[in-house]
Structures are given as C-alpha cells and as structure tokens.
C-alpha cells in the first residue's frame, strides 16, 4: 500500500470519525470541546496561511477574533439580525479589519509587524473596554444562538464542523496551487521571490486578509458557543496559543496544524494539573519545537518514519547509449 | 473438575456482586463542582474561599456526609478565563455530572458560565456579586450567596450621604467588567438619592498614579470619593494619592479598601485613617469587642489550617466558602435527594436559613439571598484578625 | 500640569531605557527580543523581593536585580537565540524569544503571585515631596547614565568598539579574530544588566507586577521605532515624545484609550518615516 492509498484512506476514515462524532463521544462535554476545536480551526486554518505558508508572524489575530464575536453578538442579539446574515457581516467586517491592519504593518520588517499586530490586539481589547453602550463594556454581551436545528448541540457541531470543513477545503486549494507556493516563496526568500516576480506585497495582503475573514466566522460561531463573551476572554495568550498549534503543527501543511489544534484544546482539558501550568507549558512547547524541529512535530513523524521504514529511492542508473551517441557525434561533423 | 467450575462459578459471582454493591455505593457520594480561580485575578478571594470548603466538606464528611453519602469535591482552577470557565462548567456539567456547582468566582466567568449551567439543569450557588448573574426567569436553579452589588453600592451611597452628610461625589472605578457595571449602577443609585456625581472617571487598574484623577476630582469640588474596584493596587495608589495632595477627603466604596494588603502599598500607614468600606456585621467586632458567636466558631475552627496565628485575608471569604457548603448540605438533607428540581423547591422556600457569613432567604421570584440587615460599613484601618469595627454612625 | 509632564517623562524614561536594551542587543545579533520588556519587570520583581521579603540594604536589592536580569539575558542567548541564528531561517529568533518571554512571566507569576506588589522606598525621603518624588527622577536619571554609559562603552573601551565592528559587518569582525558568539553572548548579559536596572529604578511607578513584561516589550520597542533602531539619543527621545504623550492623552482624554494612541504614533512615525527619527536607512545587500 502506498503512501498515497494511505494517505486517502486514512482520509476517508478521519471524516467518517468526524462525521459521527456526537454518537461516540461519550457527553456534551467532550461534543462542545470538539465544536471549540472546529471554532479554533477555522481561525486557524487562515492564520495558517499567513504564519505557516506567508511567514508573517502575526500575534494579534486575537483581536480578529474579538471583532467577530461582537460584531455577532451585537448584530444577531442586540440588533435582532438574522444569525446567518450576521455571521457573514463578521467574516467581511474580519476580513476589512485585515485589510485596514495588513496595508500599513505588511510593509514593515518581522519583528515590527509582529509588534503592530501585538498592538492591534491591545487597542481592539481598549475599544471594547470604552464603548460601553455599544460591547457592554466589562460586562460583555450574550452569544446568540443559530435558528433550529443548529441551536441544539449535535447540530451546531454540525454546522461549525461545515464551516471548517468548507475554510479547510478553501485553504488547501489555495495551498497546492499557485497562490500557495507564492506564499511559501514569500517566506523562505522575500528578495528571491520579487526577483521572480511574485508580487509580494500583494499575496501578504491577500493572505492577511483572507485569514481576518475566517477569523471573523471563527468569532461570530465563537460568540454562540460560548454563549457569553466578556473581554477577559479574548487575551494576548489566546494569539499566543493560535500561533503555537500552527508551529507544533508545522509550517507549510494544512494538515498538521490541525492536529496541533486538536492537541493542544483537548491537553488541558485531560490533564487538569496541566491546566495550571497553562500558559507556561504553551511557551516550553513553542520553545522545545523551535530549538528541536522547527518545522513541526509532524516533520518529526516524518523523520521517525523514514529512519523506520525508509523511502526507497529508485535507481535509475543512466547507461549512454554509446553506438546512438557516436551516430550523433559523426552526424555533427 | 466439575466441583473445581461449581466453586469457581459461586466465587466469582460473589466477587461481582460485593464489587458491584460497593462501586454501587462508591458511586453514590455528592458531587459537588467547585469553580475557583485560584490562579489569576482575585486569586486572594478564591483561595481564602477555597480555605472555607474544604473545611465545610472535610466537617460533614467527618460526620458521615449527607444522608450518609460522602461529598466528593471537584474543584476546577479557572485562573480567571472566562473560557475554561465555560469547558470546566460543561465538563463538570455533563462530564462528571456534579449535583450542585459553587462558583464561579469572577463576573467575567460567571457571564458565561451561569448560562451553561443553567441550560445543564444543575443547582448553582452563585458567588460574584455583578446584578446580571441573577433571573429567576432565565436560571431558575442559580440561588446568590453573597451580597449583590447594589447591596454595597447602597450601603456605602447611604453612608457617604446620610452619615457623612456629603454631597459630591467623585466616582472612580477601574476598567475591567466589575469596575464598569460598578460605576454605572453606583451612578445611578446616587441620582435616586438626589445626588449628581460631580466627576466620574473610569482607570485602567495598572496605572501606576493617580495623582492626576484625585486632583481633577478635587476641582470639581468633591467632598467624598467613592472607588469602584477590586484591584488592590489600584486602591492603594488612590489613598497614596490623597495622601500626597493632602486632601483629607473621606474615601467610602468597595469592601477592598480594608483588604489587608492595601496596608503594606501605602506609603504612610496614616493614609489608611478617613477610609470606610461597605462590609458585613457577621465579621464586625460589636462594641463588646467581640465577634457574632457563629463567626468566632468558624475562626477557631479554621485557625490552624491558616497557619495558625493571625488572619490575614478578608474572613468574609472564609465564612462565605464555609457557608455554600452547609447551604448544600441543608438542601439535600430537606430534599431527602438529589434532584434537581426537588433541591430547587427547597432552595425557593428557603426562609432564614441561618449560616455563619450571614442568615439566607430566598423566594420563588427572589434569588439574591443576602440580607441588606447583614450590611454594615466598617473603617478600613481597623483590620484585625480577619474582621472590623463597626463605622461610627 | 507640571504633573502631568514629570510623570510622563518618568514612565518615558522606563520606554526610553527599554528602547537602550534593544539597541545593545540588536547590535551583535540584529535580533530584537521580545524577552526585553520581562527583563525590567524581573529587575523590579527580583528588587522587591530582596529588599522587601529578604530584608535587605537597597544595595543589594539592586546588584540583584541587576544580576537577576543579566541571568535572564544570558539565558536569552544560550537558549534562545544562539541555535536559532545558527539556521539562517529569518524569524524562528522572533517565535523562540516570545516563548521564552512567556515562560520567564508564567514562572514569575507563578512564584511572585499575580497581584502587583509594591516597590520599597529606596533612599528615605518623604512621601509629599510631589514633583520631587523618587520614583520620578529615578527612572529618568537611569535613563540618562544608561545612554552616557553606553556612549562611553562605544567610544572608549575596547568591547564597545568590537560591538560596533559586529554591528557594521558580523563577518568581517570574524575574519579579524573577532569570537562573534562571544561578544553576542556578553552582549546579551549586558542588555539584561541594563534591562534589570532600568526595572528597578522604575519600581516606584510601575509596582512589581509579573505582567509587565508584554506591555513593557510593545511600549519599549514603539519608542525604539520611533527614535530609530540603532540610535541611543533616538532611543531617548523617543521614550519621551511616547510618555509624554500617553500622559497628555490620558489626562484631556481619560485613561481608556492609551494604548490606541500609543500605537497611533508608532503607526504615523512609522508610515511616515520607517526607520524612525534618528534612524539609518536600512541598506541590505541582495
């Protein structure tokens, strides 16, 4: 069976376990840890694009976030709209607050972006503070919930489960094809890339905004799970933890940050003392993956399989024709 | 042979049957969720609370528990995130099916997991104090222990107002959930007195002066100032702030103003003097000196698990934690089950149920249990032991 | 008024000393840290800790805390930065430092406690002495020895000139027996020295609290840009035109929006003039 047969089976049977997920997980506990793993992923799956393909390390993008709750909970709860008119609106008003943000910092050196986005975040957190008539200020606002059938839990697994499913599939697209490998062009060789003429300033702002559209779904379904959003929730170490399930996960795949995800939610929650240590252990993680296998714990899988199993690598010895080659030489003359 | 199977056949049915019966019993002690913040923000409250479970759950299991079922503890660190909140009330909702949930600690986390709760059905004995945690309507099995805000609002408005005689006020409160809420209601309680605030501001609680606030607020013509925060930090560079302007102005407000770490941020201990905070008569020294009996029980009692000298943390917190137990035990004993409805009805008719931090009533349209006779206010400077003197009147 | 402008450029002066930090680092490495701004608040926490809890002369407290942050330098390279420039892979320096940031604040936070903890009076003085206040002048004397330090230790001393010469061109230094891992590694326990001693003197204003670290980090680094990378003179000014501004905005308009206007400087500077005030363009070699 080969690496392809796998790759598509082991496919097939990860959507099927997805898609029976609420018969077998055992409680609503562990169907609302799975719908805020398929939350995050979508936020995480356009962030990818930019972190892991682009190279753009943005820790702000909690501030996206943050956007796209309230512009769902003041929408469909404060303002009557329909959720799912609502839940567009966010992704657009993400996707401009991208814009608005990517056109000024996207320019700028990496450490001075990652600044600007730090810094984005933190304004986002004091507007929501201030404007107190229209985010409740501390308080915080309800998370509306969807019309029937996606107000029961089975069905809003399903609908966020769609929702990620339909961002995962956009994403790889892009990925395989010629966007995707201007992106990664982008973040192993800016100056090589230009040379090309990729043009670069262009893809950034592409990514950056295509992740604040996803990061703005990924609020407003957000805002619904947690059926209240106050702005304790949204804090610097919930970009921190974005960030760190695309490095673990691995730049450049789609498929490992997810499993970085899928970890990184579902490791508190088993290992309660873990949760103390909390943010600690997210920075030993991020440091041990940097300073080891900077490209991801799935380029670890990699290497251990190919130490246990190696990829054979075909021989194809070039014999010249010699009788051919003298035919030709004479031919020359 | 046969005799060897006959035997072995008895014996492992016997086996089952005693590893049944007793996983059977094993599995019916009380479950109570206990969500705490013990790392974080008002990590002090909650583990001076966390201090008055334990000792409640550890007393009636030593006891023989409730009905004869032992309680099992749950206790879940939230350390101030509103979203493990919600995971860990979920989780302990229908995870680890819990009959009753204490907590959480924090507004913030309150907001978003009361709802959860209350669409699980589970009992939930609230401890944050912001108005919005509590409806009849929307979380019909969510019962307050403690005071509301308003409750400490009221009593320090009244006091400033018909004690002090004064009337301007500066409003100052921080910016976090608490801090906003806080200055509106308390705004608002003040215009139904008859009283416009003369300056109101709202302050980042890291802010590292407040010099310019205090002296804004003396502009304006303040003759009280009235702080809206349970940041510590916070308060102890207001009262600095006094202090160095020299404005002897009387500082009323949040119960936090006579917490005792606000005694080693003050530059002179005199900043302390002039300072009232809204506080309780179950942990106020009476004029014989002496604490109500049923406090003076508990801080014998817990003593020696604080380390056994003096008590340095608000008692409140101690007897509150203390209470939200003995309340459980109280309506699972009156119930004679654990259903959830059957706790409810208990919990609506409950009438003077008296506990040590204070005597609890609630309705089938009123959750907020607290008393307002329970309220009192007490001068910050006079911190000892874990309680206060009364203010004069 | 007069308030508003002393407390201003006190707290600018933290930014400013912070934006120092960056500069002694980002010579030898390029690298800028996120670790700078924890390396104040482990100079302030470690300071309140030695002469609060232990008991101690001042003194101590701040060889200390001085100590305390030219550890958590040295960490910083030989954790941090040393094998992530090994691999000439641009940003991993950038994902490394954060972690270690974040780590240094937890483990803090978790030894500390999350309240902010006041900061001992370090010469007696009294406490209405206003505008004179310690925790004023402090911070900006700090500053002001920092940078003429610093411009001596370039000028005059031999280690300054070699940190030049590995700012100006890392290869060459290397070709002229310069052991570049080793200056980058002095350098790293200087600015960590320097960022524990700019913490300390700022303990008055900012209380030792174990959150400090990120809003430290942002705020130091907008002066930095704002003044020009490289420059310490920039450094200084920057620090101030950041202070003096947050304290202006939050006393016309009330403390809500300080960070907004923060970052609007950063953001205009930035725009109109990338490489800050004083800042030399940025000529890289393709």
Redesign the interface.
């Known amino acids: 069976m080969n690496s392809q047969t796998t790759k598509t089976l082991s496919l097939i049977v990860g959507a099927i376990l997805i898609a029976t997920l609420p018969f077998w997980a055992?409680?609503?506990?562990?169907l609302?840890?799975a719908a805020?793993i398929a939350v995050y992923w979508i936020l995480i799956a356009g962030l990818n694009l930019v972190v892991g393909f682009t190279g753009q390390l943005s820790i702000g993008h909690v501030g996206l976030l943050s956007i796209g709750s309230y512009t769902f909970a003041i929408l469909a709860g404060k303002m009557g709209v329909d959720p799912t008119l609502s839940v567009f609106v966010s992704g657009l008003l993400g996707g401009l607050c991208g814009l608005a943000l990517g056109l000024p910092s996207l320019r700028l050196p990496g450490f001075y972006f990652a600044m600007a986005t730090m810094a984005f975040s933190m304004i986002v957190n004091e507007i929501v503070?201030?404007q107190?008539d229209l985010t409740g200020?501390?308080?915080?606002l309800?998370g509306p919930m969807f019309p029937k059938p996606f107000e029961s839990p089975i069905g809003f697994y399903y609908l966020v489960t769609a929702i990620a499913l339909f961002v995962t599939w956009l994403t790889w697209n892009i990925a395989r094809r010629m966007w995707g490998r201007a992106f990664i062009s982008i973040r192993d060789n800016p100056v090589a890339a230009q040379a090309v003429g990729v043009p670069v300033f262009k893809a950034k702002l592409l990514a950056f905004v295509f992740s604040g559209i996803t990061a703005g779904v990924s609020g407003a379904v957000f805002a619904s799970l947690?059926?209240?959003?106050?702005?304790?929730?949204f804090?610097f170490e919930?970009s921190m933890f974005f960030f760190v399930c695309i490095i673990i996960g691995g730049r450049g795949s789609i498929i490992g940050p997810f499993f970085g995800t899928v970890v990184l939610t579902a490791l508190?929650?088993l290992v309660?003392p873990l949760?103390?240590l909390?943010n600690f252990f997210y920075g030993l993680l991020l440091l041990v993956v940097v300073l080891v296998v900077p490209e991801g714990i799935g380029r670890m899988f990699e290497i251990i399989s190919e130490r246990l199993r190696p990829r054979t690598v075909h021989r194809e010895p070039i014999t010249p024709d010699l009788n051919r080659l003298a035919k030709a030489l004479k031919v020359r003359e | 042979m046969l005799r060897l199977t006959k035997l072995a056949v008895r014996l492992s049915l016997a086996t089952a049957l005693v590893v049944s019966a007793t996983s059977a019993l094993a599995a019916e002690t009380i479950k109570i969720g206990w969500l705490s913040s013990?790392?974080?923000?008002l990590?002090?409250a909650a583990i001076a609370e966390n201090q008055g479970v334990q000792l409640a759950v550890e007393e009636i299991n030593k006891s023989g528990g409730i009905l004869g079922r032992q309680i099992e503890l749950l206790t879940?660190?939230t350390?101030?995130?509103?979203?493990?909140a919600?995971?860990f009330a979920?989780?302990l909702?229908?995870?680890d099916k819990v009959h009753f949930v204490i907590g959480p600690v924090?507004?913030?986390?309150g907001?978003?997991a009361v709802?959860?709760l209350a669409?699980?059905g589970v009992p939930n004995l609230v401890i944050g104090a912001?108005d919005?945690l509590i409806d009849p309507v929307k979380y019909p099995r969510a019962f307050r222990v403690i005071n509301t805000n308003r409750q400490w609002i009221s009593t320090a408005n009244d006091y400033a107002i018909k004690v002090l005689k004064k009337s301007k006020v500066a409003v100052i409160a921080d910016?976090?959930?608490?801090?906003?809420?806080s200055a509106?209601t308390a705004i608002e309680l003040l215009e139904k007195a008859g009283v416009k605030p003369v300056y109101s501001?709202?302050?980042?609680n890291?802010?590292?002066?407040l010099?310019?606030e205090m002296?804004k607020a003396r502009a304006a013509g303040a003759d009280v100032v009235m702080p809206w925060t349970a940041a510590?930090?916070m308060l102890?560079r207001l009262l600095?702030a006094r202090?160095?302007i020299?404005w002897n102005v009387p500082v009323v407000g949040h119960p936090a103003i006579m917490a005792a770490?606000i005694r080693?941020?003050l530059?002179?201990p005199e900043y302390w003097q002039n300072a009232y905070a809204a506080g309780y008569l179950s942990t106020t020294y009476g004029s014989d000196g002496k604490l109500p009996e049923r406090t003076q029980q508990l801080v014998d009692k817990i003593r020696p698990k604080l380390g056994g000298g003096e008590i340095d943390v608000l008692f409140w917190w101690v007897a509150m934690g203390y209470d939200t137990v003995k309340i459980i035990e109280h309506a699972i004993k009156t119930a004679g089950s654990t259903d959830a409805a059957a706790l409810q009805k208990v919990l609506e008719n409950t009438r003077d149920y008296r506990g040590v931090y204070a005597t609890y009533t609630w309705t089938a349209t009123e959750r907020n249990g607290f008393p307002d006779s329970n309220m009192a206010v007490n001068p910050a400077n006079t911190f000892k032991d874990g309680s206060f003197r009364l203010a004069p009147r | 008024m007069l308030?508003?402008i002393v407390?201003g450029l006190a707290?600018g002066m933290l930014y400013a000393s912070i934006a120092l930090v960056y500069n002694v680092m980002f010579s030898t490495s390029k690298v800028l840290s996120v670790t700078t701004g924890h390396l104040s608040m482990v100079g302030g926490v470690f300071g309140a800790y030695i002469i609060s809890v232990l008991q101690m002369h001042w003194l101590w407290g701040l060889l200390g805390a001085v100590l305390a942050g030219a550890a958590f330098g040295w960490l910083t390279d030989v954790l941090a930065i040393r094998r992530v420039l090994a691999r000439s892979d641009e940003h991993l320096w950038l994902l490394s430092t954060l972690a270690l940031a974040t780590m240094v604040q937890q483990a803090v936070?978790?030894w500390w406690?999350?309240?902010?903890?006041?900061f001992p009076?370090l010469i007696t003085q009294e406490?209405?002495a206003?505008l004179m206040?310690q925790k004023f002048w402090l911070p900006i004397g700090m500053a002001i020895v920092m940078a003429i330090g610093l411009e001596f230790f370039y000028r005059k001393t031999m280690y300054g000139k070699v940190f030049i010469a590995m700012s100006e061109d890392a290869f060459a230094a290397r070709a002229r027996g310069v052991s570049t891992d080793k200056i980058r590694l002095l350098s790293y326990v200087l600015s960590g020295a320097l960022g524990g001693l700019a913490g300390f003197a700022a303990g008055q204003?900012?209380?030792a609290?174990f959150a400090l670290g990120h809003?430290l980090t942002l705020l130091g680094f907008i002066a930095l840009a704002v003044g020009g990378l490289g420059s310490n003179i920039g450094a200084l000014i920057g620090g101030a035109a950041l202070g003096l501004l947050n304290s202006f905005a939050?006393?016309y308009f009330?403390?809500?929006y300080?960070q907004t206007i923060a970052v609007g400087l950063l953001m205009v500077v930035l725009l109109i003039k990338p490489e800050g005030l004083l800042g030399a363009k940025n000529v890289r070699p393709v």
């Open positions: 055992g409680d609503q506990y562990q609302h840890l805020l503070l201030a107190v200020g501390g308080i915080g309800p947690q059926s209240y959003i106050t702005p304790d929730t804090v919930l508190p929650e309660s949760a103390k909390g | 013990l790392t974080g923000a990590s002090s879940r660190d350390a101030g995130d509103p979203t493990k919600v995971n979920q989780q909702a229908f995870s924090n507004s913030g986390e907001l978003a709802p959860i669409r699980a912001i919005e910016t976090s959930g608490y801090g906003t809420a509106k501001v709202l302050v980042d890291n802010k590292t002066d010099t310019d002296n510590t930090g102890g600095n202090g160095e020299g770490q080693q941020l530059n002179k | 308030t508003v407390t707290i936070g978790l406690g999350t309240e902010p903890k006041p009076r406490f209405g206003g206040d204003l900012t209380f609290f809003t939050s006393y009330g403390g809500e300080q």
